[in-house]
C-alpha cells in the first residue's frame, strides 16, 4: 500500500486518525474505492465521487445503518460520511463456501422480518446512480408501481432503452399486480442485492454493501439474486424458506420483482434489458 495524500488527508480528518497507506480498490463502476490503513492497524473503505447527486453518500449510509439488526445480515460500520465520500469498515474476502451461503440465507430472512411498518422510508435514495423515490404507500403493489416499475420504465422510454410496443407489455402488467403477489407485511430490504454487493469474508460469513435499502416485499431481494447469480444460491434460498417460509409460488413470481433491476439496467445501459423486461412482463 501507498500514502496518497489527497486520499489520505480527506480520511484523517473524518476520521480523526492518522492515515499510513492507501490502495486503490478495483470493482465500483460509479465510484472511486480506497482502502484505508490506520495508524492503530483498522482498515477502511473510503467510496469517493467527482460530483455525486446531492445526498447520495447519506443515503447509503443510512441504509447500510438500517440494515444492521441484530442476527441479521452482517453490515460493515459506517465511519463517516460526508456529501462526497463514505467510510466504511473494510471487510477481508475470503472463500464462497456453501457454509456460508446457507448462514447468509438464515441471516437475510431475519433482516426481512425485522419490523418495518409500511412500504417505502423516510427519505429518497438511489439505485446505481439514478434517483430512486421511495414515497410510503399503503400497499406493495401500489408502491412497486409507482415507485420501482412506472418512473424507470419512462425513463427508458425516454432515452430510447425500450420500445413502445415493449413499455405497453410492462405497462400492461401492472392493473393486475395486486392478483399476481400475495399481502405480507413490509420487509427491511437492501434492495440492490446481487452478488457484487455481497461480500464473502474471511471471517466465514457474507457481508452487504452498496445498500439502497428501503421496506418492500421479501420477494425483491430474493428475484434480484436470481436475476443476476450468487454462489451456491439454491443453498442460501433453502435456508432462507426454512427459517421464514416463503407463499405458495414465490418462485414463479420471481419475474415479477426482476422487472425493476431490468428497467434500471435499460435506463444505465440500454442494450437489450428492455426488451428482456418485455419478455418476463409477458410470462404474467
Not at 445526498?55 to 441504509?63: L, P, Q, S, T
Not at 464462497?96 to 435514495?125: K, M, N, W
Not at 413502445?164 to 393486475?176: C, F, N, S, T, Y
Not at 427491511?188 to 454487493?197: C, E, F, M, S, T
Request: net charge negative; proline share 6%.
Amino acid at each position: 500500500m501507498t500514502r496518497y495524500s489527497a486520499s489520505a488527508r480527506k480520511a484523517e480528518v473524518r476520521l480523526s486518525s492518522p492515515v499510513v497507506a492507501t490502495a486503490p480498490v478495483a470493482g465500483g463502476d460509479i465510484c472511486n474505492a480506497t482502502r484505508i490503513k490506520l495508524s492503530d492497524g483498522r482498515s477502511a473503505l473510503m467510496k469517493t465521487h467527482l460530483n455525486p447527486p446531492a445526498g447520495f453518500f447519506e443515503a447509503e449510509a443510512r441504509g447500510l445503518r438500517w440494515l444492521a439488526v441484530e442476527g441479521g445480515v452482517l453490515v460493515p460500520e459506517v465511519l463517516a460520511v460526508d456529501a462526497d465520500c463514505l467510510i466504511i469498515e473494510f471487510v477481508e474476502t475470503g472463500k464462497q463456501t456453501p457454509d456460508s451461503a446457507i448462514a447468509f440465507g438464515r441471516a437475510l430472512a431475519t433482516t426481512h422480518s425485522s419490523g418495518v411498518e409500511t412500504f417505502g422510508a423516510e427519505s429518497d435514495g438511489f439505485i446505481g446512480r439514478l434517483p430512486m423515490r421511495n414515497t410510503t404507500k399503503p400497499s406493495w403493489p401500489e408502491f412497486y408501481a409507482t415507485q420501482r416499475v412506472l418512473p424507470y420504465l419512462k425513463l427508458a422510454r425516454d432515452r430510447e432503452a425500450i420500445s413502445a410496443q415493449d413499455a405497453a407489455l410492462v405497462e400492461g402488467l401492472i392493473g393486475r399486480l395486486p392478483d399476481l403477489i400475495p399481502e405480507e407485511p413490509p420487509a427491511r430490504l437492501h434492495g440492490d442485492l446481487w452478488n457484487g454487493n455481497l461480500l464473502w469474508g474471511t471471517d466465514g460469513a457474507v457481508h452487504v454493501i452498496d445498500a439502497a435499502a428501503y421496506a418492500g416485499h421479501r420477494e425483491v431481494d430474493l428475484a434480484m439474486l436470481s436475476l443476476f447469480g450468487m454462489p451456491h444460491l439454491p443453498r442460501a434460498l433453502e435456508a432462507y424458506d426454512e427459517a421464514h417460509p416463503l407463499a405458495e409460488g414465490w418462485e414463479d413470481r420471481l419475474g415479477i420483482h426482476q422487472l425493476f433491476p431490468l428497467l434500471v439496467h435499460a435506463c444505465m445501459f440500454g442494450g437489450g434489458y428492455g426488451a428482456r423486461a418485455a419478455t418476463v412482463a409477458g410470462r404474467y
